[in-house]
């Protein structure tokens, strides 16, 4: 869950596919206040990737932006398409759910958020100085249901507390639906810190508000099951084809399973505790068979044989 309980009605969602998208990254950015966060961001922000630049991955691509100025350590891990020959002969046969996760591609929906929703990612922080983050993704649940959440991210919300956003938003029928740019920073967790193998993680990007990870996150949001629209500490669970769209768009995105994170473990408001009755272990899981399915096509695929 993001900063807000979601009470909110109704929402459409229009149905197309990621690659028709690339042009939200030229989106104009409205009000002053997030004029004067934009004019303090670095400018070479990559949007969403071509498909044609991927021949390793799995069905259309989820933008992966370089950070500015990155330090070496501050890359994202990518995919070869050309896999040494050792490593392609190691490759075991693969199982019936690696086959399966190689031809996976879920429905995709697009529901952009109001812009006052969302806003710019910093390359420094309030004191002026540089932050290069790794990739974080945090993992939300919705509470109510995806069209009430789709039709908050919606509504304008001009002041700093009522703002909040998810990237991307998963339908209990496995339905992706992008919400905020990738290379956007969603507003999708408050006082919040990540603590990893670098220590603790943090950027404080407004003087009035407690640090955030969203400067480096990316947020994705599982729609809840309508018997947890509560308090409750647990519900039904999600759905198997939910689990299946969240491992697709997570290996996408190539953040390591240890920067992998729910809202309850990087929030330090002590009030986030989704998304609740979540499988880990299903998620792993399913995150293998795509990484598994990503690298046999990387060796089998025409980018392996020099086509």
Partial sequence: MSNLELKV??????????????????????GSQ??????????????????????????????TPSAPQPS????????????????CQAQQPISTAVAAAQTYIPREGLALADPSNYGERYTKDVSGRPVRN??????????DSAASAVNFFRTPHPNDLDQAS????????????????????????????????????????????????????YHISLETPPDGANNRP?????????????????AKTRVPEARIVTHQ????????????????????????QFKQAAAALACTGPAAQGE
Avoid: C, M
């Fill in 72 to 87: 070496p350590e501050a890359q994202l891990p990518t995919t070869s398409a050309t896999s040494s020959d050792t490593a």
């Fill in 134 to 143: 790794q990739w974080l993704v945090v993992l939300h649940e919705t509470v």
């Fill in 234 to 250: 647990g519900h039904s669970g999600y759905t198997d084809a939910q689990y299946r769209s969240l491992a697709w768009i997570v």
């Fill in 166 to 217: 998810y990237h991307t938003l998963i339908t209990r029928d496995g339905t992706v639906v992008y919400v905020v740019p990738p290379e956007k920073r969603a507003y999708g967790a408050g006082n919040s810190v990540f603590v990893g193998a670098n220590g603790p993680e943090t950027v404080k990007t407004d003087p009035n508000l407690p640090p955030s990870v969203n400067n480096f996150a």
């Fill in 265 to 288: 473990q990087v929030d330090r408001s002590g009030e986030r505790v989704d998304p609740r009755s979540f499988d880990s272990q299903k998620i792993l899981t399913s995150l293998s």
């Fill in 9 to 30: 009605l109704g929402a459409v969602v229009v149905l197309i596919p990621i690659w028709g998208i690339a042009s939200l990254a030229n989106l104009n950015v409205r």
């Fill in 34 to 63: 997030l004029q004067q966060r934009q004019a303090k961001v670095a400018p070479n922000w990559t949007p969403y990737q071509s498909r044609s630049a991927v021949k390793a991955e799995i069905g259309p691509p989820v933008a």
